[in-house]
Structure formats: structure tokens, C-alpha cells
């Protein structure tokens, strides 16, 4: 199967590189290494260094390595930055999912959405939250997931596509960054 990660460089996506390429999958990330790092990735990696938010390389990079699936990691992924910078968290977490949305639309690739568990749910939501809460997020980076989630609703509605949202809980392990709150 060829794979294409977006954020293959960080923290989760360097993992799904390794146990795709353990399975013998062909696989290319595409990555901007703001929070990346190259230290995570083998040297002999398919590494396109590029910014989902330029829609034009999105489509040439797909279009190159055409994908069955597309994974989709990179994001603005600091609570408090999309809280300072509402906007600049939505350019990217939205509308860098469209593009890669569009350009997986044109190759016919299926794409699996990194969203977020721990910033959809509001304060109030039972604990564990089943799908079925109604998401009420607290910050615009939850906003901005769950905007990203609705466009694949739409595009499976538009075309009958399976591209698929994950709500990850909070992810924590070897290769995460040490710095910062989350650490
Ligand atoms: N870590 C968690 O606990 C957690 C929880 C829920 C959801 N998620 C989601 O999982 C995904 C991966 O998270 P992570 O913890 O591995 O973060 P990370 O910061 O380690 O990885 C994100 C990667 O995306 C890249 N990136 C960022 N902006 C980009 C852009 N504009 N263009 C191209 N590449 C860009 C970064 O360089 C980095 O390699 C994110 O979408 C995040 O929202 C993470």
C-alpha cells in the first residue's frame, strides 16, 4: 500500500511511519518540521519538507506519490497558541485539512484525520465520552478539529468517500517533546 503521512516527523506520526514501513508499505511524510524533528525518522525516508497550508505543493506531492491512504498528523497542535492566534490555528487545522481533503480528492486516496478527543468534549461531558456527546469545545483548537471533522462528513456525503476521524485521547510516550505543558 502506498501511504502518505502528513506530520511524519512529530511525535505520533514518526511511530505510524515505523509500523507502516515494518509491514512493507510504501511510505512518503510530508512535513514543514515546525515541531518535527528529522532526528525520528530514518535517514533513507521519503521526506517531502512542505506546508499543508500551500494548497499548490499538497496537490503536486500527492499527486506525485498518489496514495491509497493519507494520514493526516500535521496540525497546530498548542491549545494555548489557538486561544492567542484564533486564526492562524484555523488556517492551518482547517484549512490545511481542505487541501489535503481536495488533493486526496483528485487521486482517489482515503484519508484517516488525526482529530482530538481531549479538546472536543466539554467540562461537563461524562467521562469515558461516548461519540454520541455532542461536542462542545473550550478552545479554537477543538473548534477547528471538529470544523475539519465535518469537512470529511461532507466530502463522504459529496463523493461516498470512508475517510475517517480518529479522537485521539491525550497520546503520551517515547519521542514526545519534553518541553512544553504537555510534557
Ligand atoms: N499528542 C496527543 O496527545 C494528541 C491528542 C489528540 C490528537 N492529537 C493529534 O495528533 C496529531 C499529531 O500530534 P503529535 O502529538 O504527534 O504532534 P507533533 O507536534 O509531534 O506532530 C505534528 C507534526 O506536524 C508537523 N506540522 C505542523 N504544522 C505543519 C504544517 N503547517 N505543514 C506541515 N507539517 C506541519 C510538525 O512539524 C510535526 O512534525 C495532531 O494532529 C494532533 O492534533 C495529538
Known amino acids: ?16 511511519f515505523d509500523a507502516f514501513t515494518r509491514r512493507g508499505d510504501d511510505v512518503t511524510v ?22 499543508i497550508t500551500d494548497a499548490a505543493s499538497v496537490a503536486r506531492i500527492v499527486g506525485q506519490t498518489r496514495p491509497d491512504v493519507i494520514c ?10 489557538s486561544v492567542e492566534d484564533p486564526a492562524r490555528d484555523a488556517v492551518i487545522n482547517i484549512g490545511g485539512t481542505i487541501n489535503l481533503l481536495h488533493a486526496a480528492h483528485q ?24 461519540e454520541e456527546t455532542l461536542p462542545a469545545p473550550e478552545a479554537p483548537y477543538g473548534t477547528a478539529k471538529y470544523c475539519a471533522e465535518q469537512y470529511l462528513g461532507l466530502y463522504n456525503r459529496l463523493y461516498g468517500t470512508r ?6 485521547g491525550n497520546v503520551y510516550g517515547p519521542r514526545q517533546d519534553r518541553a512544553g505543558k504537555r510534557a
Not at 1 to 16: D, E, N, P, Q, Y
Not at 72 to 81: F, Y
Not at 163 to 168: E, S
Open 1 to 16: 500500500m502506498r501511504v502518505l503521512i502528513t506530520g511524519g516527523a512529530g511525535f505520533i506520526g514518526s511511530h505510524l
Open 30 to 51: 510530508l512535513d514543514n518540521l515546525s515541531s518535527g524533528k528529522l532526528s525520528r525518522l530514518p535517514d533513507e525516508a521519503d521526506l517531502r519538507r512542505a506546508d
Open 72 to 81: 493526516h498528523l500535521a496540525a497546530q497542535i498548542d491549545v494555548r497558541r
Open 107 to 130: 487521486v482517489g486516496a482515503r484519508l484517516v484525520f488525526a482529530s482530538t478527543g481531549g479538546a472536543l468534549y466539554g467540562r461537563n461531558a461524562p467521562i469515558p465520552s461516548p
Open 163 to 168: 475517510h475517517t476521524a480518529l479522537r485521539l
